[in-house]
Every structure is written in C-alpha cells, then in structure tokens.
T-cell receptor
Framework: EAGVTQFPSHSVIEKGQTVTLRCDPI?????LYWYRRVMGKEIKFLLH????????ESGMPNNRFLAERTGGTYSTLKVQPAELEDSGVYFC????????????FGPGTRLLVL | GQQVMQIPQYQHVQEGEDFTTYCNSS?????IQWYKQRPGGHPVFLIQ?????EVKKQKRLTFQFGEAKKNSSLHITATQTTDVGTYFC????????????FGSGTKLNVKP
C-alpha cells in the first residue's frame, strides 16, 4: 500500500508569491488533514476534509490560505500571497473514517518564504 | 494558547539510560496518540491509548494514560541510538474527534 505523498518536498519563494502544495492520501482514506510545524514548535492543525467536504478549517491562519479537495481524492493547499511567517513544514495526513483512527503522515513540504 | 503541553523539550541521554517524556492536557482527552519523528522525517504513529489508566508496551517503550485522561507518558528503557528523534503526543480536544492538538514534542538525543 502506497503511503501519503506530498509535492513538492521543498519550496523556496519570495514574499508576495504564490505557492501550491499537493497531497495525495492513501487510497481509500476519506479523512485528509493539513498540519504545519514552524521551527521548534508544535505541529499545528490547519484543517480536516472528509472526502471533498471541509469538516473543520478552524486552524487556517487567515484568508491567504485556501485548501481544496475536489473529487475527494488529492488535496491542494494554496498560499497567496505568501508572507515570511508562512515558512515551516506543511504535513498532510490521512486516515480511514472511524473513531478514532490512526493518522498516516506524508513526508511534508518544507516551505521557505524569503 | 497551547492546550497540550509536553516536557521536557530536549533530552540528552547516554545509550543504555532510560528516557521519559510527559504530556499534559488542559482538558480531558477521549484518546491520546504518540508519534515519533526521526530527524528529517515525518511523524510516524506509535500507539493510541483510549482507556483511563491504560498502560501499553511495545518492546522497550511503555505508554501510560492517566486516570483523569488529562496526562500521558512515554518511557523508553535502555535507550539505543535508533531511538533518536522527536516524540509527539496528540489528542483531540473538543467535539471534533479528528482535530488533533499536538504537543511541542520532546527531542531525544542518544549518545553512543
């Protein structure tokens, strides 16, 4: 079984530019999560999809962040325009529907905004 | 503010010594999960505890969930260099059982 994959693995952009991160969950996993870890701090929840529906997006920092999961398969997280404080590692995780279920994390996208 | 606290932030031990990391929540948790992240890697699920007072073991790792379900610990007996990494606890707070709050992690370094 293939794991969660994320693309790109690294991204370096300038402040004001746009970046789109992609996550492909494990096949059959309806739950999809986005997290962010800023250097040395906790892994912070951003949002949760069940299939194509946003179940909880209370962790999204502001309206510069837009997450989509059209068709309920892969998901994208767009940051536009990027700011310096958006730098960090963005993790995607997926799990089966159920209470509670193991979350499988992807390798993360390391974003650096200069 | 942060609702799941984890201590210590760093721990350096000599190979063979024991290691413990502690996790405390401001509210009762329905369950708690532990993850390990190797340097440069991503969090990997270790275990889940659900019952009050539950204790689970995985070889040299012992996981405990407090009676009040507000704290948890991970103890490693006789550490090895392969134990190096950051250990995170995570639990759902509130009504969304899929919204996990992670602790800030304990970074373990094991000197050979």
């Amino acid at each position: 079984e293939a794991g969660v994959t994320q693309f790109p693995s690294h991204s370096v952009i300038e402040k004001g530019q746009t970046v789109t991160l992609r996550c492909d969950p494990i096949s059959g996993h309806d739950n999809l999560y986005w997290y962010r870890r800023v250097m040395g701090k906790e892994i912070k929840f951003l949002l949760h999809f069940v299939k194509e529906s946003k179940q909880d997006e209370s962790g999204m920092p502001n309206n510069r962040f837009l997450a989509e999961r059209t068709g309920g398969t892969y998901s994208t997280l767009k940051v536009q325009p990027a700011e310096l404080e958006d730098s960090g590692v963005y993790f995607c995780a997926s799990s089966r529907v159920g209470l509670p279920e193991t979350q499988y994390f992807g390798p993360g996208t390391r974003l650096l905004v200069l | 503010g942060q609702q799941v606290m984890q201590i210590p932030q760093y721990q350096h031990v000599q190979e063979g010594e024991d290691f413990t990391t502690y996790c405390n929540s401001s509210t009762t948790l329905s369950n708690i999960q532990w993850y390990k992240q190797r340097p440069g890697g991503h969090p990997v699920f270790l275990i889940q505890l659900v019952k009050s007072g539950e204790v689970k073991k995985q070889k040299r790792l012992t996981f405990q969930f407090g009676e009040a379900k507000k704290n948890s610990s991970l103890h490693i007996t006789a550490t090895q260099t392969t134990d190096v990494g950051t250990y995170f606890c995570a639990g759902p707070l509130g009504n969304n059982f899929n919204k996990f709050y992670f602790g800030s992690g304990t970074k373990l370094n094991v000197k050979p």
